[in-house]
C-alpha cells in the first residue's frame, strides 16, 4: 500500500464525505459551460457536476488520452460533453477551447478558470525566476487571458453569465512552502474583484472558490510527505481533507441561478483553515 493510502485512511468520517444527495437534473438546462484543466482532479468533477444537472460542457487538458478518457466517462453518465486538447497558456489552444464549444453547442454561458500549477514546493524567497514565470503565466495570464478572450460570448447572450476562478487557501500567506504559488493565487483573488466589478452591470457574476487540501493528483505531494500533511491537517479545524466533488458542490452554486447576488467573493472551502491576509 503507498504511503498516500495510508495517509488517507487517517480522513475522519469518510460518510460524511460520500457524495452529493440532492442533485438537480435540470439547474443548467440550456447552458453551456467551459472548464479548463477538466480532465480530472476538481475541474473533471465540476463538469461532472455540472453535466448531472444538465449542463453542457467542454472540458481540456494538456494531453488528448486524457481528455479523451474524462470524455468516455461523462458520456456514459449521458452528460453531453465535447473536450479539445489546450494547454492553457497557449493562445491557439485557447482558440481552439472555446472554438469548440461555439461549434459543438453554439455560445458559452459560464466560465470556470480551473487550472493551477505549483512547478516547485519552497518558500518564496527560494523560487527560481523561471519557476515563478512558469508559476504566474499558467496560474495567473492565462486565466485572464482566456476570462477576456470568452468574455464577447457571454456577453452575446445578452442575459448575463457567470464566471469562476479557482484559487487556494494558500492565497491568504499561510503555507510557507507554497511560496510563489500563494502570491499568484492570491493575485487571482484580486483579480476576481477586479472583474467582477467591471462586469456586475452586465449581469455577469464573477467568484472565486479558495480550497483547502483536496484529494487530487495536484496534492500527492502532500500527501506523500508526512510532515506536509500533518501541518496541512493540523491547521484544518475539520482534521480531514476534501474529496473533489466537495468543491464542485460550491462550484455548482456559485455559476448558477442559486447565486444569482453574489459577485466579487472568494468563497473559502477549507474545512475552517484560516482565511485571513
Ligand atoms: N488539490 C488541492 O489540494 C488544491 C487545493 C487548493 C487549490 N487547488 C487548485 O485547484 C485547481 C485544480 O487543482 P487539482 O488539484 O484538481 O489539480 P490536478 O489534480 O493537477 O488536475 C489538473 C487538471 O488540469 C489539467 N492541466 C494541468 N495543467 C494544464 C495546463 N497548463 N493547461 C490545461 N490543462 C492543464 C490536468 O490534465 P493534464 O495533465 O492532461 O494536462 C488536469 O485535468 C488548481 O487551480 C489548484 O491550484 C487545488
Redesign the pocket.
Known amino acids: 500500500m503507498s504511503q498516500s493510502k495510508t495517509l488517507k485512511k487517517t480522513n475522519k468520517d469518510l460518510s460524511l464525505v460520500s457524495g452529493a444527495k440532492y442533485i438537480s437534473k435540470n439547474r443548467f438546462d440550456g447552458k453551456v459551460a467551459v472548464i479548463?484543466?477538466?480532465?480530472?482532479?476538481?475541474?473533471?468533477?465540476i463538469a461532472e457536476r455540472l453535466g448531472l444537472e444538465g449542463c453542457k460542457v467542454v472540458?481540456?487538458?494538456?494531453?488528448q488520452?486524457?481528455?479523451d478518457v474524462?470524455l468516455s466517462k461523462l458520456k456514459k453518465q449521458n452528460i453531453q460533453a465535447a473536450g479539445v486538447?489546450?494547454?492553457?497558456?497557449?493562445a491557439n489552444?485557447r482558440e481552439k477551447l472555446y472554438k469548440k464549444a461555439l461549434e459543438e453547442f453554439g455560445g458559452i454561458n459560464i466560465f470556470v478558470?480551473?487550472?493551477?500549477?505549483?512547478p516547485k514546493i519552497c518558500p518564496v524567497l527560494e523560487c527560481q525566476e523561471s519557476e515563478w514565470d512558469k508559476t504566474f503565466d499558467?496560474?495567473l495570464k492565462?486565466p485572464y487571458l482566456l476570462a477576456k478572450e470568452i468574455l464577447p460570448y457571454i456577453k452575446r447572450n445578452n442575459n448575463g453569465g457567470k464566471m469562476l476562478f479557482?484559487?487556494?487557501?494558500?492565497a491568504f500567506g499561510n503555507i510557507t512552502e507554497f511560496g510563489a504559488?500563494s502570491v499568484s493565487?492570491c493575485a487571482l483573488n484580486a483579480l476576481t474583484k477586479l472583474i467582477a466589478g467591471q462586469l456586475a452591470e452586465d449581469n455577469i457574476q464573477v467568484n472565486c472558490?479558495?480550497?483547502?487540501?483536496?484529494?487530487?493528483?495536484?496534492?500527492?505531494a502532500?500527501f506523500k510527505t508526512a510532515r506536509f500533511y500533518e501541518q496541512t491537517i493540523n491547521s484544518t479545524p475539520m482534521r480531514r481533507?476534501?474529496e473533489?466533488h466537495e468543491?464542485a458542490g460550491v462550484a455548482a452554486f456559485l455559476v448558477s441561478d442559486d447565486a444569482s447576488y453574489i459577485t466579487g467573493e472568494i468563497i473559502v472551502a477549507?474545512g475552517g483553515m484560516s482565511s485571513r491576509l
Request: aromatic fraction near 8%; hydrophobic fraction near 35%; include cysteine.
Open positions: 479548463t484543466g477538466s480532465s480530472y482532479g476538481i475541474g473533471y468533477s472540458i481540456c487538458s494538456r494531453k488520452e486524457n481528455v474524462a486538447q489546450c494547454h492553457i497558456s497557449n489552444d478558470s480551473n487550472v493551477g500549477v505549483n499558467v496560474n492565462s479557482i484559487s487556494s487557501i494558500s504559488y493565487k472558490i479558495a480550497p483547502g487540501l483536496v484529494d487530487t493528483p495536484f496534492a500527492d502532500i481533507y476534501a473533489p468543491i477549507a
